[in-house]
């Protein structure tokens, strides 16, 4: 489910940057990112470039004030405005309802992901789950293997849980020849894909041994991301068999 909600609000900060763009394109140069709670606050109250240009100094510098925990001041309500003025931005009262509206629509999203998180925390605490003693998994990603593998109840060898993720190598066959490919099908859950292939990313940077292996793998010429598979290969069977046999993990470093 959090997940789902990341996706829907990846997807609104894309329109919202687009609307930003179409709108009051110089802003972006102003501030040091667009997703930030003072442009949120700005461009809910004035959602385009006129309607900032047209703004009393005293009224904006408040807004930027209280919106930004006094970060931002009247110099930077005069450099915003000034920029307002000059902008070369469109002007549609339709784009700019629009752009409201995706700003509470992210804010709403980014309120329930926060919900989600709060209770993620105590529920795998509850599980005991040997996973958590990986070095790097955190309690995200942990969630996403439990739940998407069902702490692991279904499934008899990694093998499965590797075909299961989509993280098996695709095989080519022509005729009598088959020939495998490092390529992953990315069939089967993109939920536990997604989960153990960045955990891994975390726990080679956190856990010694994982860490030489991924070097390892690079040090063959394989690109980064075919590495990283390589090295959730390994990362999968190691869950597995921590989580069958109830133990914590430690490192063969």
Known sequence: YRFSLVQDCSRLKTSYVRLCVLLFPELEKLVPSLHITSVYTLLSELPNAKAIADCHLTRLTN???SASKGRYGKEKAVE?????RVSVGSFSEVKSLELQQTIELIQMIEKQIKQVESKINPIVDSLHSPIMTIPGISYRMAAIIIA????FTSFDSAEQVLAYAGLEPSVYQSGQMTSTRAKMVKR???YL????????????????HFGLYLA????EGKAYNVA??????????????LV???LSFVSQA
Not at 80 to 84: E, P, S, Y
Not at 194 to 203: G, I, M, P, R, S
């Open 216 to 219: 390892k793998k690079r040090s």
């Open 228 to 241: 990283v598979s390589h090295a959730a290969k390994k990362l999968t069977r190691v869950i597995f068999h």
């Open 63 to 65: 807004l930027l004030a």
């Open 148 to 151: 998407e593998t069902e702490n």
């Open 188 to 190: 089967g859950s993109k």
């Open 193 to 208: 894909r997604y989960a153990l292939f960045n955990a891994t990313k975390y726990v080679c940077r956190w856990d010694e």
């Open 80 to 84: 915003i405005r000034n920029a307002a």
């Open 244 to 246: 069958k046999a109830n």
